[in-house]
């Protein structure tokens, strides 16, 4: 995969990881690629986790305002 996978997104992510999900359940692949496949999978696994949980804290930070649309922005960072 050429791109970025840190600004892949989270769709495009899932789409990919169910395509991966395929190719191994298949067991057709020869054990490098199946490796390569499943590293991937991994790496593309822990992005969606970030995403979610950014998005998680992001309907926090909104409903504990009441749904004010002056909401702060959520580093992620911090913690």
């Known amino acids: 995969m050429a791109e970025n996978k840190k600004e892949i997104a989270f ?9 991966i999900v395929a190719t191994l359940e298949n067991g057709k692949a020869p054990l490098d690629e ?15 986790k970030k995403q979610l949980d950014e998005a998680e804290q992001k309907v926090k930070i909104l409903t504990e305002q009441g749904g004010k649309k ?7 960072t911090e913690q």
């Open 11 to 19: 769709e495009e992510a899932i789409e990919r990881l169910e395509k």
């Open 70 to 76: 002056d909401e702060e922005d959520f580093d992620c």
């Open 34 to 48: 199946s490796l390569k496949a499943f590293e991937e999978g991994v790496a593309l696994v822990n992005i969606c």
